[in-house]
């Protein structure tokens, strides 16, 4: 503290000395000391100066190419949809088109119930074709309804039939040496011809001939 003081004394005395010679003016009174037993704040030290500043190493360029730098293009911005509603907008889901209705089918009509004839004695109208064209049967025929089965007596017009033969089974007589040959034989279905058999010892020895016989269901009657 007491070094400040006596270099402020020192320079202002210079100041002094150097007054007169400026300008002939009077100079200041020096300052008064300052009391005893009080010290003035001691002034900042100077700043060190800094330390001289390294020249900055110029980068190296480099050489510039004679061709000229195509600049990169830049992503093309992708440009909404003009038609397109907002982004955060949901689209309404489609309503599907409501189907028509299937017409409902026609429901079959209900084949009429097989009637099952009752057991009885009934006639039916038959006719017979194949051999020679010669031998006849008796017609309408005797038939019998058993279980809902018929049964036909077929009475042959001569007494040279032996046996009778329908779907391979062999049926007998049932009439009496000499009289007409009668058999008795299942019948399978009406209106449609039922192929049989007949046996024959007109010959000069027994022959089977072919035959087809049809009943006529529209002139079925019950005795």
């Given amino acids: 503290m007491k070094k400040k003081y006596l270099a402020l004394l ?14 002939g003016k009077n100079p200041p009174p020096p300052p008064e000391p300052a009391p005893a037993g009080i010290e003035e704040p001691p002034s900042p030290p100077a700043d ?66 097989e009637t099952v004839p009752e057991d009885g004695a009934y006639t039916a109208a038959v006719t017979l074709e194949g051999g020679t064209g010669r031998a006849k049967v008796e017609s309408p025929a005797a038939l019998r309804c058993e279980n809902g089965r018929f ?49 024959t010892v007109a010959m000069s020895e027994p022959h089977e001939v072919e035959y087809t016989l049809l009943f006529d269901s529209a002139t079925l009657q019950k005795q």
Avoid at 85 to 111: I, K, L, V
């Fill in 48 to 113: 060190p100066l800094p330390p001289p500043a390294e020249p900055e190493e110029e980068p190296e360029t480099e050489p510039e190419s004679s061709a000229p730098s195509v600049p990169a293009e830049a992503p093309a911005a992708e440009t909404p949809d003009a038609d397109a509603g907002p982004a955060d907008a949901s689209a309404p889901e489609p309503q599907p088109e409501p189907q028509p209705e299937p017409e409902p089918e026609p429901e079959p009509e209900p084949e009429p119930a």
């Fill in 10 to 23: 020192t320079a202002f005395s210079l100041l002094l000395t150097l007054l007169p010679a400026c300008g």
């Fill in 151 to 199: 049964w036909a007596t077929i009475v042959w017009s001569s007494s040279n039939f032996d046996y009778m033969k329908v779907d391979g089974e062999k049926y007998e007589l049932i009439s009496e040496p000499g009289g007409n040959s009668t058999f008795e034989i299942p019948v399978a279905a009406f209106d449609q011809k039922l192929d049989v058999i007949a046996d």
